[in-house]
């Protein structure tokens, strides 16, 4: 029975993994303990901000409120409405942010918890990083995103046993989102399309 429940949990929380995001990684260090930066890679960041800056000034002539910071506030508010949607398994709220294939994929994840409570809570509030945005002939538009947040995740079972995390540690995850928006409609929602 124990090796039973121990198989349910992990399937459950890789599931969740894939879906919701990954861990965090410790940056490299050298023998010293000192934090190694790569130059190519500080060079090579230098350029992709240029070009990020150069794709929000696109964003920005498709229609002046899209500035960075509304774009990235709008993306963080519908990230949060997600997951908590995802823990509380209803997606009714959020089914305007997602495409059909995403949510039956949250739909399938929310079937494989019956009799397991999800918990996610976020420690502090998470951040959006925007990778990149493509604006194509028709206006829609398309933004990668990373998302970072420390949260603390656990499962219960139906007698409210911790069976997942049990010293309830957080860690921070990364989830990599895609969203998509048509410029011509500017009161229709981001929608999530894609998650890495």
């Not at 997951?83 to 949250?106: C, E, M, R, T, W």
């Not at 420690?123 to 947040?149: G, V, Y």
């Not at 007698?159 to 540690?169: A, T």
Request: charged residues 25%; hydrophobic residues 40%.
């Amino acid at each position: 029975m124990v090796y039973f429940l121990a198989v349910i949990t992990l399937l459950i929380f890789y599931q969740f993994y894939k879906i919701m995001g990954r861990s965090d990684f410790a940056p490299e260090h050298n023998e010293g303990g000192e934090l190694v930066f790569d130059e190519e890679e500080i060079a090579i960041d230098k350029i992709q901000q240029r070009e990020l800056q150069r794709q929000f000034g696109l964003l920005g002539k498709a229609h002046r409120t899209l500035t960075p910071g509304v774009v990235i506030n709008d993306l963080l508010d519908i990230f949060e409405k997600i997951h908590h949607a995802f823990v509380q398994g209803i997606l009714s709220d959020v089914k305007n942010f997602l495409s059909p294939a995403i949510q039956g994929q949250f739909e399938n994840e929310i079937k494989q918890r019956k009799g397991y409570q999800l918990h996610i809570l976020f420690l502090r509030k998470p951040e959006c990083f925007i990778k990149q945005i493509d604006i194509d002939d028709d206006k829609n538009c398309t933004i990668d995103t990373e998302f970072a947040s420390e949260q603390l995740v656990y499962i219960e079972d139906k007698n409210g046993v911790i069976v997942d995390n049990p010293h309830k540690l957080s860690e921070t995850i990364r989830n990599y989102w895609v969203f998509k928006k048509n410029l011509a409609n500017l009161s229709a929602p981001w929608m999530l399309v894609e998650m890495v």
